[in-house]
């Protein structure tokens, strides 16, 4: 079974610092891994998605890194503003399901 | 404005009642979703259909239904034999594409909360 690790579960940064989150899995054998924004309340937003092929994929400020070998991916965010205020979630794809980890919830103080 | 919606926003069950979650895509997916998301958790799933008049148990069925008469539409029914029924409900459609690039898009979430 699939098991996917966020660490660390919240983070809070002042402004203008780079965000650093990780993600790690179980079981290589993955179709893509995919990183998700969720405001409080609200449903997830799509932000990255890397095949597993890939070794990165990139957004804006938003660069993704995926070691398949390893079951280890990072989301970096340059230069953090408060608008990236937010919970975090990785999911890693086996066919027709997604299995999510937790999720690192993110503050930035202005 | 393509998407999908979900009614509705909050919920509230008594003991012993069976509620029903809405969802509609009019994305032309095929495939939708069901999950549930606790406090500090990530989302299980709970039933998913890949094609109209098929749907498959997830993770977390038990206690939970589904039905999938349509296309665009996925509802849910939270059973009385669901016995721990309080949590964030999402709901997802993907569309027939290849497994390596595509994402599953997400509905806003209904929240049930039994009294």
């Known amino acids: 079974k699939q098991e996917v690790t966020q660490i660390p579960a919240a983070l809070s940064v002042p402004e203008g610092e780079n965000l650093v989150l990780n993600c790690s899995f179980t079981d290589s054998a993955i179709y893509n891994l995919q990183w998700f924004r969720q405001d409080p309340g609200k449903g997830l937003t799509s932000l990255l998605l890397?095949?597993?092929?890939?070794r990165e994929q990139t957004s804006g400020r938003l660069n993704a890194s995926l070691d398949k070998s390893s079951g280890r991916s990072t989301l970096y965010i340059a230069a953090s503003q408060p608008g990236d205020s937010a919970t975090y979630l990785c999911?890693?794809?086996?066919?027709?399901?997604?299995?999510f980890g937790a999720g690192t919830t993110v503050t930035v103080r202005a | 404005d393509g998407g999908i919606t979900q009614s509705p926003k909050y919920l509230f069950r008594k003991e012993g009642q069976n509620v029903t979650l809405s969802c509609e895509q009019n994305?032309?997916?095929?495939?939708m979703y069901w999950y549930r998301q606790d406090p500090g958790q990530g989302l299980r799933l709970i039933y998913y259909s890949q094609i109209v008049n098929d749907f498959q148990k997830g993770d977390i069925a038990e206690g939970y239904s589904v039905s999938r008469e349509k296309k665009e539409s996925f509802p849910l029914t939270v059973t009385s034999a669901q016995k721990n029924p309080t949590a964030f409900y999402l709901c997802a459609s993907r569309g027939s594409g290849s497994y390596w690039t595509d994402t599953q898009y997400f509905g806003p979430g209904t929240r049930l909360t039994v009294l």
């Open positions: 999911a890693v794809s086996n066919d027709y399901k997604l299995s």
């Open positions: 994305l032309n997916h095929d495939a």
């Open positions: 890397i095949q597993s092929s890939q």
